[in-house]
């Protein structure tokens, strides 16, 4: 079992999701993923609050479109009180975890427990506690202090692996034994769970590629020791 985490919300809060990056680059670019996020009822938003652009925004909005699924952009500011799933785009890390308003966009909606929440990318790296720049690439990194929403946990998007050598980069030197890295790889996605503080991990069906943890820790759903 994991133990309690620093950071992890101790109430109810949305069903969260973390993806390695790959959405609505094309139709075909991970549709067991495009898929999912399309059969979700009720009004889909797009919030791209970890860049100042809406490309990626509106490429899914796009390729969302040619499924019959309507998504709507939500500008920075709004509240999103009508969507019961909000697609957090990517970008930089460091731009959202640097950004009072972005952070208290996304906590707000964190606290939502009726509310599905998926975060893409440099969205899922920002919630950790060691935020990264744009991993995409493989080009090396600019590591900040992140927002600390996933307990001890610390989240390389596109990684190449459980080995990707960029995971060392983001080792937590306030903590004792560093923090946890989990490795997201392009068409990987793990769901959040949450329990009074308690942080853990597990894979997900629509999952292109295989998830584990780190290479400290093989299995394939885990928890922060």
Known sequence: MAQRQEGAYDHVM????????GFGVHSQAWPEALAWLASHRGQIGLASLAS?????????????????????????????????????CGGDATRLASDPQRRAALERW?????LTLVADSAAAMAMGRRAASCTCGGHPIRVID???LLGDWSVLAHASGPDDPRLTELA??????????????????????????????????????PVRLTARDDSQSGSAA
Do not use: K
């Not at 949305?14 to 990056?21: D, E, I, M, Q, R």
């Not at 479109?65 to 019961?84: K, V």
């Not at 937590?172 to 308690?198: F, K, Y």
């Open 146 to 148: 992140g927002l600390a």
């Open 52 to 88: 100042d652009e809406t490309r990626q925004a509106e490429l899914l909005q796009a390729t969302l479109a040619a499924r019959g699924r309507i998504a709507h952009l939500i500008p920075l500011g709004d509240l999103g009180e009508s969507y019961s799933t909000i697609f957090l």
């Open 110 to 114: 964190l606290a939502r427990d009726d």
């Open 172 to 209: 937590d030197g306030q903590r004792s034994n560093s923090g946890h890295q989990l490795a997201l790889p392009t068409c990987a996605a793990v769901e959040v769970l949450m329990d009074n503080g308690t942080v853990s991990l597990r894979s997900v069906a629509w999952s292109r590629v």
């Open 14 to 21: 949305a069903h969260l999701y973390l993806s390695g990056g």
